[in-house]
C-alpha cells in the first residue's frame, strides 16, 4: 500500500492513473452502492441547467484527456 510520502512523489499523471484505477475497481461494485440523498437534487438542477441551453454534456472520454493534457 502507497504511503503519503510515496503518492506525494508521485508525478501528476502517475496520480491520476492510480485514481483512475481505484475508481475502476471501485465502479465494479456499481450496484452496491448507494446515491446519497442529496444527488438526486444534484442531478435534477444539472438536467434542468442542460434543458435551458445553460450547460452542455461532455463525452467522458475526451474530459479525461483534455484533463491530462490540462495536468500532464
Do not use: C, Y
Amino acid at each position: 500500500m502507497a504511503t503519503t510520502i510515496q503518492i506525494e512523489r508521485m508525478s501528476r499523471a502517475e496520480k491520476l492513473q492510480t485514481m483512475e484505477t481505484i475508481w475502476a475497481d471501485l465502479s465494479k461494485d456499481d450496484a452496491d452502492v448507494e446515491s446519497p440523498a442529496w444527488h438526486h437534487a444534484v442531478l435534477k438542477e444539472t438536467e434542468a441547467r442542460v434543458n435551458a441551453g445553460q450547460e452542455q454534456i461532455a463525452d467522458w472520454t475526451k474530459a479525461k484527456k483534455d484533463l491530462r493534457k490540462r495536468f500532464e
